[in-house]
């Protein structure tokens, strides 16, 4: 697939998601939307709606070969995080800058839902996207542990919460999904799916009501957003790229998660930082800025792979 045609992929999945941001913008200025709401939704998402979204990449039938290609990509994705904090903790001390945490936030997690999925489709079909999943699968994990960890001032470290949180359990649930001989009965699945596909609407819904709390123009003006950008669209798609090029995996799993990694910052930062009383509206100028960016970096990433992998 050429890099016109990846733009223009990257391009229309970034304007459905402004139109829908525009929708919540209008919601939160005409007084429908407030914080209240945006909290409730946040919750629902992260909640629900996304451990759906995981739990429903993984009701497929069981292929022994792209098990074992899934396997050493949801391993080469925990090396890409490992990776990717020991970035961020180093780049963003404790103190400094004053919002770290959120700052280390929106340079590891990326958008690798909304963004990555449909452009993985187009590019490699469901093969794409099964793969697409294992990023999605290790990092709703990192998440809800070093994330949360992140930004709950009030953490406290305990093996029953990880085990027992949202995102881990529909990863655990997924896998032992596809181990099995059986796929979830034909209603459940659809039940499965209309939530799964609340999540692209409702997050650019919500996105849009922190937007209308932010002066917009900040978000391109202000250097320390410009910055964590760089950081998540070049610097450690840059690493990524490095760490995957001697990785015993085909290339395809190699751009598969690469486009993950690659995808501006994560929705789930500002939610996060709503949900536990951190600074949501700098992490939501952060997911404007690199949103917008990503309809160059993302694919001149993919197309830089490629040159390498030819």
């Known amino acids: 697939m050429s890099i016109l045609e990846n733009s223009i992929i990257v391009f229309h999945q970034i304007l459905i998601m402004f139109l829908l941001m525009v929708v919540g913008y209008i919601l939160f200025k005409t007084g429908i939307f407030d914080n209240h709401t945006t909290t409730h939704l946040s919750t629902l998402l992260n909640t629900i709606v996304i451990p759906c979204c995981v739990l429903a990449s993984f009701n497929r039938d069981f292929d022994p070969a792209l098990a074992g290609t899934l396997g050493l990509t949801m391993l080469s994705a925990c090396g890409v995080f490992v990776v990717s904090i020991a970035l961020s903790n180093a780049l963003y001390r404790k103190g400094h800058p004053e919002n770290y945490r959120d700052c280390r936030m929106c340079a590891v997690f990326s958008n690798n839902g909304f963004m990555s999925l449909p452009l993985l489709s187009a590019m490699f079909g469901e093969t794409g996207v099964f793969l697409g999943s294992a990023h999605i699968v290790v990092m709703a994990v990192v998440l809800w542990t070093y994330g949360v960890m992140q930004v709950n001032r009030d953490y406290r470290f305990s093996p029953m919460r990880i085990l027992l949180n949202p995102g881990i359990i529909?990863?655990?649930?997924?896998?032992?999904?596809?181990?099995?001989?059986?796929?979830?009965?034909?209603?459940?699945?659809?039940a499965l799916t209309h939530i799964t596909n609340l999540n692209t609407p409702l997050a650019m819904l919500v996105l849009g009501g922190y937007l209308a709390q932010t002066n917009l123009a900040s978000c391109f003006t202000e250097a320390r957003i410009w910055r964590v950008g760089a950081v998540r669209l070049l610097v450690i798609p840059a690493l990524t790229m490095a760490l995957l090029y001697f990785m015993p995996l085909d290339n395809t799993a190699k751009l598969t998660l690469l486009v993950g990694t690659s995808a501006p910052t994560a929705i789930a930062s500002a939610m996060f930082a709503q949900m536990y009383g951190s600074d949501y509206l700098y992490s939501t100028k952060v997911v404007a800025l690199t949103t917008i960016l990503s309809l160059v970096t993302l694919p001149a990433v993919i197309a830089a792979m490629s040159f390498l992998l030819a």
């Open 170 to 190: 529909a990863a655990v649930l997924g896998m032992l999904l596809f181990l099995s001989p059986v796929n979830l009965p034909t209603d459940v699945a659809s």
